[in-house]
């Protein structure tokens, strides 16, 4: 857990993790149900997105799973996705990667001196350094090799099972590899993926076989899947404003969409980035007048009236949903841009504080206290909103830099000495990073 800790701020820091409070409520939503029909959960997971087109997704130490955007571009439902995601889930449950290091710690101890260093570098990068332990794991001893196959079988058939009681379709598992398989069977260069994952035939034939133990299923496609998948289309594809345009609009041509709200969506965000906004209104309005709670849509709502200049119109809209769900990121994160760009830095300030409660590793929320705080002239609450920001992304010394020069600017005596506790606190969390880094 500690090296899974120690991951997840290095992987801030050094990977290009998405701040998508939609994004991140989807992946978080379906890996939480994932999670809770699965065997030996013994702590709680955190799952996060990485804006990488590469089809991967990879699971740590201490329940840290990451999924990169081309999953979704690459899952054609649901059901696939979560293939991936309950696969991941079982190498954490069964204790994959640390029954490895057990394992050399007792059959080869020589070899821990390479496989420490492929950890250590998996902090400093984690990209390399996955690629690093994958290598010491997989070329070094043939045991190993068997070893992470074993584990892939065992990883797939509980995620099988996870995805049975979860209410997914297990036949897209197969379909999923098999997928992958066909596309790459003649490419020098995988994707990562089958690196990592290595995907022989029968991994493929065997997921088919166990999905065939199970009454087939037919689940209807995912709205917020769709939403989702249509959303990393437009902004966190390479695809350009235009292109992504012409792609919904030729879905929506030739009825080719899995659901024609993702459609509709994907080209109302298209038209927003190319600053079509009354174009991207009328779609927009359309959809919500059939699905008026519907988070995607309202998203979108607030940043065509931001750019329309209609602070107002969304300050509005959003506290009518804030007083019914003030926990939830999307509706605070809206609600705080949509009252900074109005100038209502007060109101900002009223849904921020208890948010940052709520989420004190929310490293959107804090770089918008930054501004906040700024703009109520409060700098000693600015420099330590700046330097919860900095320490989520692994940087503790320039942390505590700034929260000296908050404690300077601050005269409250509890606060200073809170502020003090929290120097101790980053401290400590330097020299254990060290520790595990030597
Ligand atoms: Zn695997």
């Known amino acids: 857990m500690q090296y899974g800790k120690a991951f997840s701020v290095m992987a801030r820091g050094g990977l290009p993790v998405l701040d998508d409070p939609l994004l991140n409520n989807y992946v978080i939503d379906l890996g939480q149900k994932l999670v809770a029909n699965a065997d030996s959960v013994r702590f709680p997971f955190n799952f996060f997105i990485i804006q990488n087109n590469d089809i991967n997704a990879a699971a740590f130490f201490g329940g840290y799973i990451k999924i990169h955007t081309g999953l979704f571009l690459y899952a054609d439902n649901e059901s696939q996705l979560a293939s991936v995601v309950a696969h991941e889930i079982a190498h954490v449950t069964q204790r994959h990667l640390a029954r490895i290091m057990e394992s050399q710690a007792r059959n080869n101890p020589a070899n821990m001196a390479a496989l420490a260093g492929a ?202 949903f804030y007083k019914q769900q003030p926990k939830n990121q999307v509706v605070a994160i809206n609600l705080i841009n949509a009252a900074m760009e109005a100038g209502d830095y007060d109101l900002a300030h009223k849904v921020l504080s208890p948010f940052l409660r709520e989420y004190p590793n929310h490293a959107l929320a804090w770089s918008m206290a930054i501004k906040v705080y700024q703009a109520r002239g409060q700098l000693g609450k600015a420099y330590h909103a700046r330097a919860e920001y900095l320490a989520l992304h692994g940087d503790f010394k320039k942390a505590i830099s700034e929260l000296q020069i908050a404690i300077a600017e601050t005269d409250a005596k509890l606060e200073r000495a809170r502020l003090e506790a929290k120097v101790e606190q980053y401290k400590t969390s330097q020299a254990s990073l060290d520790a595990l880094r030597s």
């Open 119 to 320: 950890l250590l570098l998996t902090l400093v990068s984690p990209e390399a350094g996955l690629a690093a332990l994958q290598t010491t794991l997989a070329l070094n001893l043939q045991s190993n090799i068997n070893f992470t196959r074993t584990h892939e079988f065992e990883a797939d058939r509980l995620g099988i099972q996870t995805m049975q009681r979860s209410g997914f379709d297990t036949r897209e598992m197969g379909n999923f590899f098999g997928k992958l398989a066909a596309k790459y069977r003649y490419v020098s260069t995988p994707p990562q993926m089958l690196l990592t994952h290595p995907l022989p035939d029968t991994r493929v034939t065997e997921s088919r076989a166990r999905a065939a133990q199970y009454k087939p299923r037919n689940v209807p496609p995912s709205l917020p899947f769709q939403l989702s998948k249509a959303r990393i289309e437009v902004r966190y594809s390479n695809m350009s404003a235009e292109a992504s345009h012409s792609f919904f609009s030729n879905q929506l041509k030739n009825k080719s969409y899995a659901l024609k709200e993702a459609a509709l969506y994907g080209q109302a965000l298209a038209l927003m980035e190319q600053q079509k906004y009354s174009q991207a209104d009328v779609i927009i309005d359309q959809l919500l007048a059939a699905d008026s709670r519907n988070l995607f849509y309202v998203d979108v709502k607030t940043d065509l009236d931001i750019y329309q200049k209609r602070h107002q119109q969304a300050v509005n809209r959003l506290q009518g």
